[in-house]
């Protein structure tokens, strides 16, 4: 179940291929929930099945600045640089 929303929430982007994005909120409407709703269960259940190895949630605090002599930031930017052009193109 999910967690009281007293929590602080992060606001998360997820792009879509606009058919799957009307069928999703088509199939909510259906189900009589949200699409926020639905995400939260779908990713409730994925991180139900996750490794054992993956599942203590400040696991990953302990992992802080192993990053630190890649270029994983530079990768991510490049990423966000060739999705924002291929958006720009679809407009």
């Known amino acids: 179940m999910a967690e009281p929303h ?14 799957k994005h009307r069928v999703f909120r088509l199939e909510a409407v259906r189900r009589g929930t949200s699409m926020q709703r639905a995400l939260e269960q779908a990713i409730e259940t994925w991180l139900r099945t996750a490794p054992a ?3 203590k949630p400040l696991a990953g605090l ?3 600045g ?4 890649t270029k994983v930031m530079e990768i991510r930017e490049e990423e966000r640089r060739t ?3 291929r958006d720009r193109q679809r407009l």
């Open 83 to 85: 999705e924002l052009a």
């Open 6 to 19: 007293n929590k602080r929430l992060v606001v998360t982007t997820l792009r879509l291929p606009e058919d």
């Open 66 to 69: 192993m990053l630190r002599d």
């Open 53 to 55: 190895r993956t599942r």
């Open 62 to 64: 302990r992992l802080r």
